[in-house]
């Protein structure tokens, strides 16, 4: 990976340092006002009450196996102003693990990401359920994925609301390339394909992940974002495909898979699958694992393998 990729941005051991300290503390302070960071947390835990209690029925069995079926979707996005050299470019995009949650969820990822082949792969965030939960069985879980991927140029990754700091070097060290508010440029001949990543802009949102977006490189642009929150930006800033996740398409849906909630504040309105807005494509994924209650309804995770085509703008 080190051959194709380049950091564009210089002093990022500082820049890292200055983001951990304050991503540190955000993550102390309750998020939004203080009677709503109450109620969240009691929402919580009502939810793991539940949760617990439904456990043992065949009602939340038959709901976990769902959670634990991934469907495989293949995307592929046209642009006139791709580069020749990456005309066909294959990217696997992981969303929303939620290792911790389901146990068996990281094996199944594993046997699944084993047989897709790719370029590139991605992983938008929400690598865990409980940003309070222990570090390395979470780790070891995600090594048991990385190891079985099958992608030339390696694996990038951003940060999710369910995520901490405290990940990015464990999750370097398994040779994930983080991005935190940071873009890099993979090379292929004389051309390049330009990729920005952001912190998480749900719980986690400042103005150094919309710089990294105003000041991306001129040339093909793709934002790595955990949520569709940022759309705009992305778009107005010039990028060309946003891929993304935080939804997981509702998670528990009518079985015309209208979801009950979507999580987010801005752009509800792209809270599953393909989008456009202006000059952008995105895809948001229904993700891989589930949230707080590892329970599923007519809201199938998937993993999707966008293929990169040089032509009229469009996506299939
Ligand atoms: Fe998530």
């Not at 769902?66 to 066909?88: K, Y």
């Not at 807005?277 to 199938?300: H, K, N, Q, W």
Request: charged share 25%; with cysteine.
């Amino acid at each position: 990976m080190r051959d194709v990729i380049s950091d564009s941005l210089g002093g990022l051991a500082d820049r890292r340092s200055t983001w951990l300290a304050r991503r540190e503390l955000m993550e102390a302070t309750p998020s939004g006002k203080r009677w709503r960071g109450h109620v969240r947390g009691q929402l919580y835990h009502t939810a793991r009450h539940v949760h617990d209690y439904l456990r043992p029925t065949r009602f939340f069995r038959w709901g976990a196996r769902r959670a634990l079926a991934l469907d495989i979707t293949e995307l592929t996005v046209s642009f006139p102003d791709l580069p020749a050299a990456f005309d066909g470019y294959q990217i696997l995009h992981l969303t929303d693990l939620h290792l911790d949650n389901l146990d068996d969820t990281a094996a199944i990822l594993a046997e699944c990401v084993a047989e897709i082949n790719s370029d590139l792969c991605v992983i938008t965030g929400d690598i865990r359920d409980n940003i309070h939960a222990p570090m390395a069985p979470l780790i070891a879980r995600l090594a048991h994925v990385v190891s079985s991927l099958e992608a030339n140029d390696g694996v990038l990754g951003v940060l999710g609301n369910h995520d901490s700091a405290a990940m990015l070097a464990p999750m370097e060290d398994l040779g994930i390339r983080m991005l935190v508010n940071e873009t890099i440029s993979l090379s292929r001949e004389t051309e390049q394909l330009h990729i920005t990543g952001l912190d998480d802009v749900h719980r986690f949102e400042t103005s150094d992940a919309h710089a990294a977006l105003e000041t991306s490189p001129d040339g093909f642009c793709i934002a790595l974002v955990h949520s569709p929150e940022v759309a705009h930006r992305a778009a107005i800033s010039g990028h060309r495909l946003y891929l993304t996740g935080h939804t997981h398409g509702g998670q528990i849906c009518l079985p015309t898979r209208k979801p009950f909630a979507t999580g987010l504040k801005r752009h509800r309105e792209f809270a599953s699958g393909q989008w456009r807005f202006e000059d952008m494509i995105g895809y948001t994924s229904r993700g891989i694992g589930a949230c707080v209650i590892p329970f599923r309804l007519y809201c199938p995770g998937e993993v999707v393998r966008v293929t990169l085509r040089r032509g009229e703008m469009q996506a299939n």
